[in-house]
Every structure is written in structure tokens, then in C-alpha cells.
């Protein structure tokens, strides 16, 4: 497995069994039936260990039985066909929000399409009809703060930590929301540059929205808020208030965070629980 990649999913005995077999006979998908056969185990069994495989995402379920392999050389990961892809782009690009985040390890949600951050007017190339790559158009896009960096064997741009703090807080639906964003933030709190986050979300165009959620998030998950971030983030007089969590989905009801004038309409205790998991 090729040193970038991340680290694959955990085995049991049994499921590491169920692999090596799939792998020394090249099998593209397998029925419940066949695995029993091959291995000499019951159905019952059979059918756990396969269940097993499929929920951490080295076999995808088909249909009721059968299940599509995906080979343990790619570390349970579909070939990165969409890295290659990226790598010969010559269009503005960078893999942005949750992708960006899995990729750089703030969270284990990984997106099933490569999110991509593009200029509005970008075209997806006529070659990626099948490619898992999803385009997302930003209309003030900018390469300030991305980077790049060798992915499953491919450079690539990517976001920043510091970029995706902010992009993350600014379109969090990109992120899975407040619980994803929150997710995102307590992980990369010790390791972000946050004079950096600070200096992108002022040139950001929703940028004074994105680090006054961001300050709203770090407290509300009771961690010092840093002190280039609190600096930044202060609400003015003139500003609209700030809801933390989507209202069409938590409402408008909640705790009012008057620095940062920023409504909590998220319940604290589930934010921090995400934050653990």
C-alpha cells in the first residue's frame, strides 16, 4: 500500500480471511452462498462477516447476498482514479470541505464524490462522466491558502488547514453541518495556524460570518478560543446576528453568545459528544 494512503480500516480474523480469499482469486463480487463454500462456513456466519466488511466499506452491498469487492491492495478504498484525474487538470482548482477534511485527517466521514472547489463558468471535463469527483462552484474563488500535496500517489491542490476552517464555517451544509464543522474544529484547534484562519477570513467575502461561527464553536465545545481568532471574531454593532446551526433545520431558540453575536440554537452537550465520537 502506498505510503500516503490512509490507514485502512481495522480486521477481525475472519474478515482479514474473507479478504485474502476475495484477493488471490480477483473476485469483482461474491454471494453469500460462494464465500460459505469457499471458506466452509455456515450461512449464518457467512452472512455476519460480509455484513461486517460492508458497514467499514471494504465490500459495497448490491443486492440482497451479493455483495461488489473492493480489493485490500487499495487499503478498502476504490481506485483513486479522481486523484489521477486532478493531478493533469490544468483548471483552477482544490479539493475542498469534507474531502479536505478526511484528507487531512479531522475527520473519519469521508465523501463518496471528491469535493472540488472550482471558479464559477469551470466545465467538468467530458472524460469524468463516470468520475467520483463533485464540482463546487465558488464565486469568489481563491487559491489563497491552498497547497500542494502527493494524495494516493497524485499531486493535487488542496486546502489549507486554515482555509478549510474557514470555507467549513462558511458553507457548513459542505461539511455536514454544525456537527461536522464542530468535528472539524476541535481537531485541527492545536495543529491551525490561527493568524492565518484570522488573515483569510478578512479577505473572505462571508469570511466575518465564518470566524464568528468559529469562535461561537470552539467555546461552545468548551475550548479556549484562540486569541488571533477572538481578536477577529468580536461582533460590531452593525453585524446581524449569527445562528450556529442551520434554523430551517435547529430553529432560531438558543443560548445568545454576545461576543460573538451568534445565536446557540444547537444543543451544547450533543455538539460535545459529536466532538468525541
Known sequence: MPADLPPAR???PRESEVLAWLESERRRSVTIDEAAGAL?????????????????????????????????????????NSWAALSVWRQPYYVGFQSAAFELGFTPDRPADVQVCVPVGA??????????IELVYLRKFSLAGTEEKTLHGFPVTIASTEKLLVDAAA??????????LARV????????????????GLTNTRGRAALRRLAATVEIIGRPVPRPLAANAVAVPDESPLYLGERRVFGSRGRKLDRWKVVANVDAEALQEEVAR
Open 40 to 80: 466452509g462456513w455456515s450461512n449464518k456466519r457467512t452472512r455476519e462477516v460480509l455484513a461486517r466488511l460492508a458497514r467499514k466499506g471494504w465490500l459495497t452491498r448490491l443486492a440482497r447476498g451479493r455483495y461488489e469487492t473492493v480489493f485490500a491492495e487499495t487499503g478498502g478504498w476504490t481506485l483513486p
Open 10 to 12: 481495522t480486521l477481525g
Open 171 to 180: 458553507l457548513t451544509s459542505r461539511v455536514n453541518g454544525i456537527f461536522g
Open 185 to 200: 474544529v476541535d481537531r485541527a484547534l492545536e495543529v491551525a495556524d490561527w493568524t492565518r484562519v484570522a488573515e483569510l
Open 123 to 132: 466545465k467538468r471535463p467530458r472524460a469524468w462522466e463516470d468520475m467520483p
